[in-house]
């Protein structure tokens, strides 16, 4: 009896054990047959996304960059296809190695080990560099042949910039370069940073900074199917990149050139600019360099070269590079005069060769100076005491007001970056400017030398052409520009760059004319007779010489007694034909002397050029002028037949 109730107990509790583990089987089964549910069923695309983005790799196609010409159709930027040898360093058994071995293959050069090195530092690991461009057929058949023995090495056919005017323009044109730290900031700031996948190169200076988002396009992108190894085994599709825009610009090739030519590698800047529209002819930035040394990244050798030469080519001299304007100034002077009141054309001074001013002297050019000298004469002679006189009698106020007006002391908007504000002197500015209290009062002395050119004044080239612009243009301001259209390659689509008038200035025609008379008869006979003798247009000019250091009390400048880069500055600003004015240009030659001497010069070549189509044999000779005391009795004798 008790062995039977035994065995029920043991059979109740087999049982019972039997059911636990049952039941523990099958909430196995259904905890699988749920996950199994969940991922197969409810995560199915997600799972079957990842599973297809292993398989298919999206790659970014760039764009073919937008061509740069000039107003006649001359290509100054364009693109063309080559093939390249590119490393993978995180795919790669022995990054030396691996170059040591295609260094057997195809050359190798210490400047491409260098600028691979540069790119590795800037790059992510699994980005291809280059370490070869531009490869030959044949050096891309003999790399073909070891193709095997190199993981994480391929040949690529990459589109490159070219400028195939080499150094013309290039200042203005500016060129392309690899993508750093900042320029990625940059596009990501912008909002085109999807655009810029897989794009490697951007615009630095220049128009190919200024209008990067026009010359850049549309990048596209293929699907493709890849291994487990991560290498592509087809295309899938394909969505085509849209080209860049093209450019179109008012700049013409043949007057840069000349322009450039007329310099013969002195330093110094122009800029020619048409009153009518505001649209720029040329713009010169002397000495210059060769854009196509950056655009492969530029060999250390070449850029210690152009980085620490004296004469300092990187720099655009004609947008950033402010100087005292000199005598260049006068008409703008004489202008403002006759605009707020302080003098009519006929008003006349006696000179005699100084202005008193407190305890100090101010001497004029001519020792006893110019006699009688009315405003005309004033311009054509140049005389200093006329301006000393003139700026006390204005007031620093006044004038800053007035060439504020005109577009001194600020930027034109040109569409370049880099450009410079340049030096209006006020008291305001003045205070700004310092930080001693003793430093930031503006003294009475101080407004003299300013209505000369000198003081504190300080403009580009690109100012002066801008303001005398607006004076011919009657007070209608325009914005410098470069560019005269935008073509979009696929659709054929032109845009135009309306040249809008920015703002009005209140000049009255008959003082504008006085002053254009004024600055012809320089040209007639003054200052500019000699350089432009046997012309075949009327022109209208003013030469101007700004110090470059100030002279102790009593001690005579004598230019071959002055080292190099201590003598003055040569200036002349002009236009043509006097009627109707097509081209007005500022020039500044540094160190050059005589207004008349080195930069009057260059202006004859260029509106010779311009006007006629005469072309220059070589750069602009300097004019053996006489010493200036000389120069401006020769004017004074002249002027008295002519009156």
């Excluded at 503006?442 to 607006?470: C, D, K, V």
């Excluded at 600003?573 to 009057?600: C, L, R, W, Y």
Aim: proline share 5%; charged share 25%.
């Amino acid at each position: 009896m008790n062995d039977f109730h035994h065995s029920e107990q043991d059979s109740d509790r087999f049982r019972n054990r039997l059911v636990i583990a049952g039941s523990f089987v099958l909430l196995c089964f259904a905890l699988l047959f749920g996950r199994f549910f969940y991922l197969q069923v409810l995560q199915h695309e997600y799972y079957a996304t990842r599973a297809e983005s292993n398989r298919i790799s999206l790659v970014p196609v760039m764009p073919n960059r937008g061509n740069i010409e000039d107003r006649n159709g001359v290509i100054l930027a364009r693109n063309y296809s080559a093939f390249t040898l590119e490393i993978t360093p995180s795919k790669t058994l022995g990054l030396e190695e691996t170059i040591d071995q295609l260094g057997e293959i195809v050359e190798i050069q210490l400047k491409d080990r260098r600028r691979f090195k540069r790119l590795l530092e800037e790059s992510k690991n699994f980005e291809s560099i280059p370490i070869r461009t531009r490869l030959t057929d044949e050096e891309v058949a003999r790399f073909a042949a070891h193709r095997y023995r190199f993981p994480g090495v391929e040949v690529k056919a990459r589109l490159f910039r070219q400028y195939p005017e080499n150094s013309l323009a290039a200042h203005a044109i500016g060129y392309i370069s690899r993508i750093n730290t900042k320029d990625k900031e940059m596009i990501e700031a912008s909002g085109h940073g999807a655009n810029y996948k897989g794009t490697e190169h951007i615009g630095k200076i220049g128009l190919e900074a200024h209008y990067e988002f026009e010359l850049h396009g549309t990048a596209g992108y293929e699907q493709v199917e890849v291994d487990a190894g991560g290498r592509a085994v087809r295309v899938l599709s394909q969505t085509p990149p849209t080209p860049g825009n093209n450019l179109k610009l008012t700049l013409d090739a043949e007057l840069q050139r000349v322009a450039e030519q007329a310099f013969g590698g002195r330093r110094g800047s122009l800029a020619a600019i048409d009153p009518s529209n505001g649209a720029v002819l040329a713009l010169v930035s002397s000495p210059a360099f060769d854009p196509n040394l950056f655009v492969d990244g530029i060999r250390f050798d070449d850029w210690d070269e152009l980085n620490n030469h004296p004469d300092k080519p990187l720099l655009n001299r004609a947008i950033y590079s402010t100087y005292p304007p000199g005598s260049t100034f006068k008409p703008l002077m004489a202008l403002g005069a006759l605009t707020t009141g302080k003098r009519t054309p006929g008003q006349a001074i006696a000179d005699p060769g100084f202005f008193n001013f407190g305890n100090r002297r101010f001497m004029d050019d001519k020792v006893g100076g110019h006699g009688m000298v009315d405003m005309h004469k004033s311009i054509v002679v140049s005389c200093n005491t006329y301006y000393y006189v003139l700026a006390n009698d204005m007031g620093i106020d006044n004038i800053a007001r007035f060439m504020g007006d005109l577009g001194l002391g600020r930027r034109t908007e040109i569409d370049i970056p880099g450009e410079a504000t340049g030096i209006l002197p006020s008291p305001e500015w003045k205070q700004r400017r310092f930080k001693k209290r003793e430093q930031q009062k503006w003294y009475p002395g101080e407004t003299i030398s300013i209505g000369i050119g000198q003081g504190y004044n300080a403009y580009s080239t690109l100012h002066m052409a801008h303001a005398l612009a607006n004076v011919l243009n009657y007070g209608q301001v325009f914005r410098p520009h470069l560019v005269h259209s935008i073509t979009n390659p696929t659709t054929g689509e032109v845009r135009m760059v309306e040249p809008q008038p920015i703002r009005q200035i209140a000049l009255k025609r008959e003082h504008v004319d006085v002053i254009k008379r004024g600055m012809a008869g320089v040209v007639k006979e003054g200052t500019g007779a000699r350089v432009f003798a046997g012309a075949a247009y009327d022109s209208g000019g003013k030469t101007g010489t700004a110090q470059v250091f100030s002279l102790k009390s009593g001690q005579k400048y004598v230019a071959g007694q002055v080292r190099e880069r201590l003598r003055d500055h040569s200036w002349y600003v002009a236009f043509a034909p006097v009627d109707n004015p097509k081209i007005v240009v500022a020039v500044m030659v540094e160190n050059g002397g005589f207004g008349a001497q080195s930069a009057a010069p260059i202006t004859r070549q260029l509106f010779d050029y311009h006007l006629t189509g005469k072309r220059p044999g070589g750069p602009a000779p300097e004019v053996d002028s006489p010493d200036e005391e000389e120069a401006i009795d020769l004017i004074q004798e002249s002027t008295d037949e002519a009156h």
